[in-house]
């Protein structure tokens, strides 16, 4: 009997071995699998989501005026720098005006010629009128040719066709008259904005060219600074 209890405890004792090496050995195998992934846990709320993305990108300023001459001429005043602060109204720029200025005298003296010839023309058409009113008295009473009454016809017509053209000739020179005046006072340049001088491309005494000629000279930029803008790819 004590030999068959003997043995019995062995058995219980190995089988109890068994267990555990079996046990330790899935423990230690099971440490060798992929890594659980790893979540947060909230609670269920609404909230605002913010996401922050850098990108590379520039400062430029919401308001910014590139001015540009609207005549052709030589600066002869600038009393401005990059970086002085202007006023909307201030003067900046002056450019003499003795191009536009003959330009002005030349179609002003066109207009005085004008004026003169639709007076001229006037006193034609008038005598004309005249004698085509003779003349068609005259015919009526068959004391004056077919032909001298188409002739006094004619030349009244012709008359009245020529003070027409003076008066359209006077008024182009008038509109052309205005036009240049506006270019002369286009020689002096302000200030469109309250802002900065950030860019200046021209100097005293330098020559530019006008906007009307081709793509102009731009003179400088004025930005307002107090409103800046990030422009960037995102």
């Not at 992929?34 to 269920?44: F, Y």
């Not at 860019?199 to 731009?218: D, I, R």
């Not at 004025?222 to 803008?229: E, Q, R, W």
């Amino acid at each position: 009997m004590g030999k068959k209890s003997s043995k019995k405890k062995k058995i219980i004792i190995f089988a109890c071995l068994a267990v555990i090496f079996f046990a330790v050995m899935i423990i230690f195998f099971s440490g060798k699998g992929p890594k659980p992934i790893e979540v947060q846990t909230a609670k269920v709320e609404l909230r605002t989501i913010t996401q922050t993305v850098s990108a590379v990108g520039k400062i430029q300023p919401e308001t910014e005026v590139k001015i540009s001459s609207e005549t052709s001429g030589e600066i002869i005043f600038l009393e401005v720098k990059e970086g002085d602060a202007v006023k909307v109204g201030q003067l900046l720029v002056k450019i003499k005006p003795d191009i536009v200025e003959s330009q002005l005298e030349q179609v002003k003296a066109g207009a005085e010629a004008s004026k003169i010839e639709i007076e001229a023309r006037k006193a034609e058409m008038d005598r004309t009128k005249s004698e085509l009113k003779r003349v068609t008295e005259l015919y009526k009473k068959k004391f004056a040719s077919q032909q001298e009454f188409d002739q006094a016809i004619s030349s009244w017509s012709q008359a009245e066709s020529g003070y027409r053209g003076a008066m359209a000739r006077y008024d182009q020179a008038m509109a052309s008259y205005k036009q240049i005046k506006k270019s002369v006072e286009r020689t002096v340049i302000y200030s469109p904005i309250n802002g900065i001088i950030t860019k200046l491309s021209v100097e005293k005494g330098e020559k530019v060219v006008g906007v009307a000629q081709m793509q102009g000279t731009e003179l400088m930029t004025v930005a307002d600074l107090s409103i800046m803008n990030a422009e960037v790819e995102v």
